[in-house]
Protein backbone atom coordinates (compact mmCIF):
# COMPACT_ATOMS: atom_id res chain seq x y z
CA UNK A 1 0.00 0.00 0.00
CA UNK A 2 2.70 2.09 0.72
CA UNK A 3 4.39 1.59 -2.62
CA UNK A 4 1.19 2.48 -4.23
CA UNK A 5 0.33 5.46 -2.28
CA UNK A 6 3.92 7.14 -3.32
CA UNK A 7 2.88 6.12 -6.69
CA UNK A 8 -0.03 7.83 -6.47
CA UNK A 9 1.71 11.16 -4.74
CA UNK A 10 4.43 11.16 -7.68
CA UNK A 11 1.38 10.28 -10.16
CA UNK A 12 -0.50 13.67 -8.56
CA UNK A 13 2.57 16.05 -8.43
CA UNK A 14 3.73 14.85 -12.27
CA UNK A 15 -0.90 16.07 -12.85
CA UNK A 16 0.21 19.43 -11.07
CA UNK A 17 2.99 20.14 -13.26
CA UNK A 18 1.75 19.13 -16.19
CA UNK A 19 -1.14 21.53 -15.56
CA UNK A 20 0.89 24.27 -14.83
CA UNK A 21 2.66 24.04 -17.95
CA UNK A 22 -0.50 23.80 -20.10
CA UNK A 23 -1.67 26.93 -18.24
CA UNK A 24 1.43 28.87 -18.80
CA UNK A 25 2.78 32.07 -17.11
CA UNK A 26 0.30 34.68 -16.00
CA UNK A 27 2.26 38.57 -16.74
CA UNK A 28 0.68 41.89 -15.11
CA UNK A 29 1.72 44.34 -17.95
CA UNK A 30 0.94 48.03 -17.31
CA UNK A 31 0.37 50.22 -20.78
CA UNK A 32 -0.49 53.52 -21.67
CA UNK A 33 -3.95 54.39 -23.65
CA UNK A 34 -3.08 55.26 -26.87
CA UNK A 35 -3.61 53.68 -30.24
CA UNK A 36 -0.47 52.25 -30.83
CA UNK A 37 -0.70 49.98 -27.39
CA UNK A 38 -4.53 49.12 -28.12
CA UNK A 39 -3.25 46.96 -31.05
CA UNK A 40 -0.77 45.19 -29.16
CA UNK A 41 -3.02 44.56 -26.53
CA UNK A 42 -5.20 43.14 -29.27
CA UNK A 43 -2.50 41.51 -31.45
CA UNK A 44 -1.22 39.65 -27.99
CA UNK A 45 -3.51 36.79 -28.66
CA UNK A 46 -1.45 35.20 -31.23
CA UNK A 47 1.61 35.54 -28.68
CA UNK A 48 -0.21 33.77 -25.66
CA UNK A 49 -1.66 31.28 -28.33
CA UNK A 50 1.95 30.12 -29.29
CA UNK A 51 3.75 30.57 -25.56
CA UNK A 52 0.52 29.48 -23.53
CA UNK A 53 0.96 32.32 -21.26
CA UNK A 54 -1.33 34.63 -20.40
CA UNK A 55 -1.38 38.42 -20.48
CA UNK A 56 -2.96 41.03 -17.15
CA UNK A 57 -3.79 44.29 -18.89
CA UNK A 58 -3.71 47.96 -16.80
CA UNK A 59 -4.28 50.39 -19.53
CA UNK A 60 -4.00 54.07 -18.21
CA UNK A 61 -4.18 57.33 -19.12
CA UNK A 62 -0.44 58.50 -19.50
CA UNK A 63 -0.27 60.43 -16.34
CA UNK A 64 -1.51 57.84 -14.29
CA UNK A 65 0.17 55.53 -15.75
CA UNK A 66 3.72 57.50 -14.89
CA UNK A 67 2.73 57.57 -11.58
CA UNK A 68 1.62 53.88 -10.78
CA UNK A 69 4.76 53.08 -12.69
CA UNK A 70 7.36 55.44 -10.89
CA UNK A 71 5.69 54.16 -7.07
CA UNK A 72 6.06 50.43 -7.95
CA UNK A 73 9.25 50.61 -8.97
CA UNK A 74 10.61 52.87 -6.53
CA UNK A 75 9.33 51.09 -3.34
CA UNK A 76 10.04 47.21 -5.35
CA UNK A 77 6.26 46.75 -5.21
CA UNK A 78 6.14 43.99 -7.83
CA UNK A 79 3.20 44.61 -9.01
CA UNK A 80 3.94 44.79 -13.06
CA UNK A 81 5.84 42.35 -14.89
CA UNK A 82 5.86 44.46 -17.84
CA UNK A 83 5.75 48.17 -17.81
CA UNK A 84 5.84 50.93 -20.94
CA UNK A 85 8.35 53.55 -20.45
CA UNK A 86 10.13 55.63 -22.12
CA UNK A 87 13.23 57.55 -22.80
CA UNK A 88 13.48 59.58 -19.82
CA UNK A 89 12.89 56.35 -17.10
CA UNK A 90 14.97 54.24 -18.50
CA UNK A 91 18.32 55.49 -18.55
CA UNK A 92 17.51 56.64 -14.44
CA UNK A 93 16.22 53.27 -13.66
CA UNK A 94 18.81 51.15 -15.31
CA UNK A 95 21.24 52.79 -13.65
CA UNK A 96 19.81 52.51 -10.45
CA UNK A 97 19.20 48.74 -11.42
CA UNK A 98 15.67 48.61 -10.86
CA UNK A 99 15.18 47.40 -14.44
CA UNK A 100 16.72 43.88 -15.85
CA UNK A 101 18.86 44.74 -18.90
CA UNK A 102 17.78 43.43 -22.47
CA UNK A 103 20.50 42.18 -24.14
CA UNK A 104 19.85 38.51 -24.48
CA UNK A 105 16.87 38.34 -27.06
CA UNK A 106 17.56 36.05 -30.27
CA UNK A 107 20.27 36.49 -33.12
CA UNK A 108 17.00 36.88 -35.23
CA UNK A 109 16.11 40.11 -32.92
CA UNK A 110 18.21 42.31 -35.18
CA UNK A 111 19.65 44.61 -32.65
CA UNK A 112 21.53 46.66 -35.31
CA UNK A 113 18.58 47.33 -36.96
CA UNK A 114 16.87 49.92 -34.15
CA UNK A 115 17.97 53.51 -34.88
CA UNK A 116 20.81 53.99 -33.30
CA UNK A 117 19.12 57.09 -31.65
CA UNK A 118 16.32 55.32 -30.30
CA UNK A 119 18.67 52.28 -28.86
CA UNK A 120 21.32 54.96 -27.38
CA UNK A 121 18.72 56.72 -25.01
CA UNK A 122 17.44 53.08 -23.89
CA UNK A 123 20.83 51.98 -22.93
CA UNK A 124 23.04 52.46 -20.14
CA UNK A 125 26.49 51.73 -20.37
CA UNK A 126 25.74 50.25 -23.47
CA UNK A 127 23.06 47.64 -22.39
CA UNK A 128 19.38 47.57 -23.38
CA UNK A 129 17.25 48.49 -20.28
CA UNK A 130 14.13 48.74 -22.52
CA UNK A 131 12.98 47.60 -25.81
CA UNK A 132 11.15 50.55 -27.60
CA UNK A 133 7.71 49.88 -29.19
CA UNK A 134 7.96 53.02 -30.91
CA UNK A 135 9.62 56.03 -31.13
CA UNK A 136 8.64 59.79 -32.07
CA UNK A 137 9.46 63.34 -32.76
CA UNK A 138 6.99 66.25 -33.55
CA UNK A 139 5.97 68.31 -36.24
CA UNK A 140 2.79 70.11 -37.17
CA UNK A 141 0.05 68.53 -38.80
CA UNK A 142 -2.31 71.28 -40.88
CA UNK A 143 -5.47 70.73 -42.89
CA UNK A 144 -4.63 71.22 -46.87
CA UNK A 145 -7.69 72.01 -47.53
CA UNK A 146 -8.31 74.34 -45.40
CA UNK A 147 -5.01 76.22 -46.56
CA UNK A 148 -5.96 76.15 -49.75
CA UNK A 149 -10.07 77.53 -49.05
CA UNK A 150 -8.16 80.69 -46.72
CA UNK A 151 -5.11 81.43 -49.80
CA UNK A 152 -2.77 80.20 -46.95
CA UNK A 153 0.75 78.29 -47.73
CA UNK A 154 2.31 76.30 -45.00
CA UNK A 155 6.30 76.71 -45.12
CA UNK A 156 8.26 73.38 -44.65
CA UNK A 157 9.56 74.86 -41.50
CA UNK A 158 6.84 77.73 -40.00
CA UNK A 159 7.44 80.34 -37.39
CA UNK A 160 5.25 80.47 -34.21
CA UNK A 161 4.53 84.11 -36.20
CA UNK A 162 3.00 82.46 -38.93
CA UNK A 163 1.22 80.02 -36.58
CA UNK A 164 -0.53 82.89 -34.75
CA UNK A 165 -1.69 84.11 -38.22
CA UNK A 166 -2.91 81.38 -39.36
CA UNK A 167 -4.86 80.58 -36.49
CA UNK A 168 -6.53 83.63 -36.51
CA UNK A 169 -7.38 83.59 -40.05
CA UNK A 170 -9.03 79.50 -39.31
CA UNK A 171 -10.50 79.78 -36.21
CA UNK A 172 -14.27 79.48 -36.42
CA UNK A 173 -15.66 78.13 -32.83
CA UNK A 174 -19.31 78.97 -34.29
CA UNK A 175 -18.23 76.07 -36.57
CA UNK A 176 -16.68 74.00 -34.07
CA UNK A 177 -13.75 74.63 -36.13
CA UNK A 178 -10.22 75.85 -33.71
CA UNK A 179 -7.28 77.96 -35.20
CA UNK A 180 -4.87 75.43 -33.01
CA UNK A 181 -4.99 72.40 -30.93
CA UNK A 182 -2.56 72.11 -28.15
CA UNK A 183 -1.51 69.99 -25.30
CA UNK A 184 -2.74 72.08 -22.11
CA UNK A 185 -3.32 68.98 -19.64
CA UNK A 186 -1.15 69.21 -16.80
CA UNK A 187 1.96 66.73 -16.48
CA UNK A 188 5.52 66.81 -17.49
CA UNK A 189 4.58 64.31 -20.01
CA UNK A 190 1.77 65.93 -21.00
CA UNK A 191 1.76 69.64 -21.09
CA UNK A 192 5.32 70.49 -20.16
CA UNK A 193 6.08 68.08 -23.31
CA UNK A 194 4.51 70.71 -25.59
CA UNK A 195 5.62 73.68 -23.66
CA UNK A 196 9.43 73.03 -22.77
CA UNK A 197 9.80 72.77 -26.79
CA UNK A 198 8.22 76.13 -27.01
CA UNK A 199 10.66 77.17 -24.29
CA UNK A 200 13.49 75.84 -26.53
CA UNK A 201 12.71 77.42 -29.88
CA UNK A 202 11.69 80.87 -27.72
CA UNK A 203 15.74 80.69 -26.32
CA UNK A 204 15.15 79.52 -23.35
CA UNK A 205 16.46 76.91 -20.58
CA UNK A 206 15.36 74.96 -17.54
CA UNK A 207 18.68 75.71 -15.71
CA UNK A 208 21.54 77.55 -16.43
CA UNK A 209 24.84 75.90 -15.93
CA UNK A 210 24.93 76.31 -12.49
CA UNK A 211 21.44 74.58 -12.07
CA UNK A 212 19.91 77.49 -11.55
CA UNK A 213 16.16 77.22 -12.25
CA UNK A 214 15.44 79.96 -15.23
CA UNK A 215 11.68 80.06 -15.14
CA UNK A 216 11.76 83.78 -13.94
CA UNK A 217 13.49 84.63 -17.25
CA UNK A 218 12.54 87.00 -20.49
CA UNK A 219 12.49 83.79 -22.31
CA UNK A 220 9.93 81.95 -20.39
CA UNK A 221 7.79 84.94 -20.17
CA UNK A 222 7.64 85.26 -23.93
CA UNK A 223 7.29 81.68 -24.80
CA UNK A 224 4.39 81.18 -22.16
CA UNK A 225 2.95 84.94 -22.91
CA UNK A 226 2.57 82.95 -26.31
CA UNK A 227 1.17 79.71 -25.80
CA UNK A 228 -1.45 80.98 -23.27
CA UNK A 229 -2.57 83.52 -25.92
CA UNK A 230 -2.58 81.36 -28.77
CA UNK A 231 -4.53 78.73 -26.95
CA UNK A 232 -7.24 81.03 -24.93
CA UNK A 233 -8.06 82.95 -28.07
CA UNK A 234 -7.25 80.35 -30.98
CA UNK A 235 -7.70 76.99 -29.39
CA UNK A 236 -10.72 74.60 -28.42
CA UNK A 237 -13.07 75.41 -25.23
CA UNK A 238 -11.72 73.40 -21.98
CA UNK A 239 -7.86 73.59 -23.86
CA UNK A 240 -6.52 73.10 -20.11
CA UNK A 241 -8.14 69.90 -19.58
CA UNK A 242 -7.01 68.12 -23.60
CA UNK A 243 -3.62 66.35 -23.91
CA UNK A 244 -2.44 63.91 -26.53
CA UNK A 245 -5.53 61.76 -26.91
CA UNK A 246 -7.75 64.56 -26.31
CA UNK A 247 -6.18 67.09 -29.23
CA UNK A 248 -5.83 63.83 -31.74
CA UNK A 249 -9.66 63.05 -31.18
CA UNK A 250 -10.38 66.72 -32.42
CA UNK A 251 -8.12 66.97 -34.73
CA UNK A 252 -9.39 63.63 -36.31
CA UNK A 253 -13.20 64.85 -35.94
CA UNK A 254 -12.12 68.23 -38.32
CA UNK A 255 -12.60 70.31 -35.42
CA UNK A 256 -8.54 72.01 -35.66
CA UNK A 257 -6.82 73.59 -38.24
CA UNK A 258 -3.74 72.93 -37.10
CA UNK A 259 -1.99 70.19 -34.33
CA UNK A 260 1.69 70.72 -32.87
CA UNK A 261 2.09 67.21 -31.65
CA UNK A 262 4.08 63.82 -31.98
CA UNK A 263 5.01 62.21 -35.25
CA UNK A 264 3.51 58.82 -34.03
CA UNK A 265 -0.13 59.90 -34.47
CA UNK A 266 0.53 60.32 -37.86
CA UNK A 267 -0.46 56.80 -38.04
CA UNK A 268 -3.97 57.50 -36.87
CA UNK A 269 -4.59 60.62 -38.41
CA UNK A 270 -3.43 59.44 -41.73
CA UNK A 271 -6.00 56.06 -41.29
CA UNK A 272 -9.69 56.29 -43.21
CA UNK A 273 -10.85 54.03 -40.62
CA UNK A 274 -9.92 56.16 -37.89
CA UNK A 275 -9.99 59.69 -39.24
CA UNK A 276 -12.37 62.12 -41.35
CA UNK A 277 -9.37 64.07 -42.44
CA UNK A 278 -7.01 61.59 -43.73
CA UNK A 279 -7.06 63.02 -47.18
CA UNK A 280 -7.29 66.22 -46.19
CA UNK A 281 -3.85 66.53 -43.90
CA UNK A 282 -0.13 67.32 -44.52
CA UNK A 283 2.10 68.17 -42.24
CA UNK A 284 5.40 70.67 -41.82
CA UNK A 285 7.98 70.36 -39.55
CA UNK A 286 8.32 71.69 -35.51
CA UNK A 287 7.81 75.94 -35.50
CA UNK A 288 10.65 77.48 -34.61
CA UNK A 289 10.94 80.73 -32.90
CA UNK A 290 14.45 83.02 -31.81
CA UNK A 291 16.17 79.31 -31.07
CA UNK A 292 16.34 76.80 -33.89
CA UNK A 293 17.17 74.27 -31.79
CA UNK A 294 14.99 71.75 -29.61
CA UNK A 295 11.35 72.73 -31.30
CA UNK A 296 10.67 68.72 -32.18
CA UNK A 297 10.98 66.40 -29.20
CA UNK A 298 12.52 62.97 -29.02
CA UNK A 299 10.60 60.17 -27.24
CA UNK A 300 10.50 56.68 -27.11
CA UNK A 301 7.68 53.94 -25.40
CA UNK A 302 9.76 51.38 -24.90
CA UNK A 303 8.86 48.07 -22.59
CA UNK A 304 10.75 47.11 -19.72
CA UNK A 305 10.88 44.55 -17.01
CA UNK A 306 10.91 45.64 -13.08
CA UNK A 307 13.79 44.13 -11.22
CA UNK A 308 11.03 42.96 -8.98
CA UNK A 309 9.26 41.01 -11.10
CA UNK A 310 10.12 36.94 -10.59
CA UNK A 311 8.84 35.77 -14.48
CA UNK A 312 11.44 37.54 -16.00
CA UNK A 313 11.76 34.59 -18.61
CA UNK A 314 8.07 35.13 -20.29
CA UNK A 315 8.11 38.68 -19.77
CA UNK A 316 11.41 38.76 -22.41
CA UNK A 317 9.83 36.32 -24.19
CA UNK A 318 6.97 38.58 -24.48
CA UNK A 319 9.00 42.15 -25.58
CA UNK A 320 11.27 40.36 -28.14
CA UNK A 321 7.51 39.35 -29.55
CA UNK A 322 6.16 42.50 -29.23
CA UNK A 323 9.02 44.93 -30.79
CA UNK A 324 10.43 42.72 -33.41
CA UNK A 325 10.38 43.40 -37.35
CA UNK A 326 7.55 40.34 -37.21
CA UNK A 327 5.60 41.83 -34.87
CA UNK A 328 5.71 45.62 -37.18
CA UNK A 329 5.07 43.09 -39.95
CA UNK A 330 1.90 41.93 -38.39
CA UNK A 331 0.68 44.82 -37.45
CA UNK A 332 1.02 46.26 -41.45
CA UNK A 333 -0.48 43.22 -42.42
CA UNK A 334 -3.70 42.89 -40.34
CA UNK A 335 -4.36 46.65 -39.47
CA UNK A 336 -2.60 47.97 -42.73
CA UNK A 337 0.59 50.05 -43.02
CA UNK A 338 -0.28 53.32 -42.27
CA UNK A 339 -0.62 51.65 -38.17
CA UNK A 340 3.24 50.00 -37.89
CA UNK A 341 4.51 51.29 -35.05
CA UNK A 342 7.05 53.92 -36.27
CA UNK A 343 10.78 55.02 -35.49
CA UNK A 344 12.12 52.02 -34.09
CA UNK A 345 13.28 49.70 -37.02
CA UNK A 346 15.43 50.91 -39.93
CA UNK A 347 13.91 47.52 -41.75
CA UNK A 348 10.65 49.37 -41.67
CA UNK A 349 11.72 52.08 -43.57
CA UNK A 350 13.31 50.17 -46.10
CA UNK A 351 9.55 48.60 -46.91
CA UNK A 352 8.12 49.86 -50.26
CA UNK A 353 4.70 48.35 -48.55
CA UNK A 354 4.96 51.16 -45.28
CA UNK A 355 6.48 53.72 -47.20
CA UNK A 356 3.74 53.92 -49.85
CA UNK A 357 0.90 53.76 -47.17
CA UNK A 358 2.48 56.39 -44.96
CA UNK A 359 3.05 59.61 -46.84
CA UNK A 360 4.73 60.85 -43.24
CA UNK A 361 7.38 57.88 -43.49
CA UNK A 362 10.24 59.93 -44.58
CA UNK A 363 9.18 63.13 -42.48
CA UNK A 364 8.91 61.01 -39.45
CA UNK A 365 12.33 59.31 -40.19
CA UNK A 366 14.09 62.87 -40.69
CA UNK A 367 12.66 64.50 -37.81
CA UNK A 368 13.70 61.43 -35.03
CA UNK A 369 16.92 61.32 -36.78
CA UNK A 370 17.49 65.42 -36.27
CA UNK A 371 16.01 65.61 -32.76
CA UNK A 372 19.39 65.92 -30.25
CA UNK A 373 19.13 65.68 -26.65
CA UNK A 374 22.36 66.85 -25.65
CA UNK A 375 22.14 69.90 -27.93
CA UNK A 376 18.68 71.25 -27.41
CA UNK A 377 19.24 74.96 -26.47
CA UNK A 378 20.76 77.72 -27.57
CA UNK A 379 22.24 78.82 -24.22
CA UNK A 380 24.47 76.74 -22.53
CA UNK A 381 22.87 73.73 -19.65
CA UNK A 382 24.25 71.29 -17.53
CA UNK A 383 21.72 68.76 -18.82
CA UNK A 384 20.39 66.69 -21.77
CA UNK A 385 16.94 66.37 -23.20
CA UNK A 386 14.68 68.12 -25.49
CA UNK A 387 11.43 68.01 -24.09
CA UNK A 388 12.55 66.61 -20.47
CA UNK A 389 15.64 67.21 -17.71
CA UNK A 390 17.22 63.98 -17.56
CA UNK A 391 17.61 63.96 -13.79
CA UNK A 392 15.51 62.26 -11.42
CA UNK A 393 13.87 65.40 -9.77
CA UNK A 394 12.21 66.36 -12.93
CA UNK A 395 9.64 64.30 -13.11
CA UNK A 396 8.33 66.04 -9.86
CA UNK A 397 9.69 69.43 -10.87
CA UNK A 398 7.48 69.26 -14.71
CA UNK A 399 4.53 68.01 -12.84
CA UNK A 400 4.16 71.04 -10.44
CA UNK A 401 5.11 73.45 -13.41
CA UNK A 402 2.56 71.64 -15.83
CA UNK A 403 0.11 72.28 -13.23
CA UNK A 404 0.75 75.93 -12.76
CA UNK A 405 0.77 76.32 -16.37
CA UNK A 406 -2.73 74.64 -17.10
CA UNK A 407 -3.80 77.05 -14.57
CA UNK A 408 -2.44 79.75 -16.89
CA UNK A 409 -4.23 78.32 -19.71
CA UNK A 410 -7.62 78.31 -17.42
CA UNK A 411 -7.27 82.18 -16.33
CA UNK A 412 -6.56 80.92 -12.90
CA UNK A 413 -3.04 82.44 -13.17
CA UNK A 414 -1.65 85.14 -15.11
CA UNK A 415 1.83 84.51 -16.73
CA UNK A 416 3.86 86.84 -14.55
CA UNK A 417 2.18 84.95 -11.70
CA UNK A 418 2.01 81.45 -12.38
CA UNK A 419 6.38 81.57 -13.12
CA UNK A 420 7.02 83.43 -10.15
CA UNK A 421 5.26 80.66 -8.27
CA UNK A 422 6.76 78.06 -10.76
CA UNK A 423 10.16 79.45 -10.28
CA UNK A 424 9.99 79.54 -6.43
CA UNK A 425 8.97 76.01 -6.18
CA UNK A 426 11.80 74.58 -8.26
CA UNK A 427 14.24 76.43 -6.90
CA UNK A 428 13.01 74.81 -2.93
CA UNK A 429 12.98 71.77 -5.39
CA UNK A 430 16.60 72.29 -6.74
CA UNK A 431 18.04 73.37 -2.75
CA UNK A 432 16.88 70.18 -1.61
CA UNK A 433 18.11 68.52 -3.85
CA UNK A 434 21.55 69.41 -3.41
CA UNK A 435 22.27 70.81 -7.21
CA UNK A 436 22.17 74.46 -5.63
CA UNK A 437 22.62 76.47 -2.11
Known amino acids: MKIV ?25 ATVNNSDMIIMQELSSQWEAETGNKLNWLILEENVLRQRVTTDISTGGGQFDIITIGAYETPLWGKLGWLNSLDDFGDDYAYEDLF ?11 SLYSAPFYAESSFTFYRHDLFEAAG ?15 AKVLHDPANELYGVCLRGKAGWGENMAYVSTLVNTFGGRWFDEDWNPQLDSPEWNAALSYYVDLLTNYGPPGASSNGHNENRALFASGNCAMWVDATSAAGYIFNPDESTVADKTSFAEAPIASCPRGSGWFWAWALGIPSSSQKVDAAKSFIEWATSQEYV ?6 KGWVAAPPGTRLSTYAKSDYVEAAPFAGFTESSIVAADPANATCQAVPYTGVQFVAIPEFQAIGTSVGQTVAAMVSGQL ?6 ASAQEATVNTMKQAGYIR
Open 152 to 166: LTMPDQPSYDQILEF
Open 5 to 29: GKFLAVLFTLSIVAISAAQGTELTI
Open 414 to 419: TVEEGL
Open 329 to 334: DLVGES
Open 116 to 126: PSVRNGLSVDG
